[in-house]
């Protein structure tokens, strides 16, 4: 399979502990983001990042997150301190850049449902 | 105003018949639209985009763009039960290079597609 791929598929914490989510992006695609989905929502945008270069954050990512992209590859994404609210999916999606402003469709992986108790 | 508003639903229709979803969105330079799939406690699924105004085809999916009245559409004919899902709708911007390919979705329409 190499499609988008995400670990762990499910996650359940204590509040205030502190999580790690990983995503691996089909292997060409050199943008990666990574969104939130709660029940009866459509997915938030989180972050964003072309190779390793996080490009972009939404005012919905706290001090209590933060994400990675190390060496452009797989991207990890991690909260501190989890609260109640925090429970949600978060999703991975990757697509390939097409030259200047070439968007092109994003790819989602099955995603990480978190439960903070 | 919501960015991207859908009718929440639950569409329902009869197997084989015609099921019609719509969404409307605000940002004007909106370029790209999508369709993503949704079954229930699964990821979202594209299953169809579209750039230019118009109809886009791809089996029993039609996707129509009317950028004048910031409308898009998706149409699946000779619906299957199998077609019961969550239907999201996702705009991308790029307003003069300011956004990376952020996709801002609707809240997504149930269809039920009953025998």
């Known amino acids: ?117 | 105003q919501k960015e991207v508003e859908q009718n929440s639903g639950p569409l329902s229709v009869p197997e084989g018949a015609i099921a019609s979803l719509n969404c409307t969105y605000s940002d004007r330079v909106s370029q790209s639209f999508f369709w993503y799939r949704q079954y229930s406690g699964k990821s979202p699924e594209l299953i169809m985009s579209i750039y230019s105004n118009g109809d886009k085809e791809d089996g029993r999916f039609t996707a129509q763009l009317n950028k004048a009245s910031q409308y898009v559409s998706l149409l699946i004919r000779d619906s299957q039960p199998s077609d019961s899902a969550t239907y999201l709708c996702a705009v991308l911007t790029n307003a003069g290079g300011t956004s990376y390919g952020k996709l801002t979705f609707g809240q997504g329409t149930i269809l039920t597609v009953h025998p």
């Open chain 1, 1 to 117: 399979d190499t499609g988008v791929s995400q670990d762990p598929r499910h996650k359940i914490t204590k509040r205030g502990q502190n999580v790690t989510f990983r995503c691996d992006p089909i292997s060409e695609h050199n943008r990666l983001y990574w969104y939130r989905q709660t029940l009866g929502q459509g997915p938030e945008f989180l972050t964003y990042f072309q190779n390793e270069a996080q490009l972009e954050k939404s005012r919905l990512l706290s001090d209590r997150f933060s994400a990675e992209r190390p060496k452009g590859s797989f991207s990890t994404l991690e909260i501190q301190r989890t609260e109640q609210g925090d429970s949600a999916m978060y999703l991975c999606a990757s697509s390939l850049a097409q030259g200047t402003g070439g968007f092109r469709e994003q790819f989602f992986g099955p995603g990480t449902r978190l439960t903070v108790l």
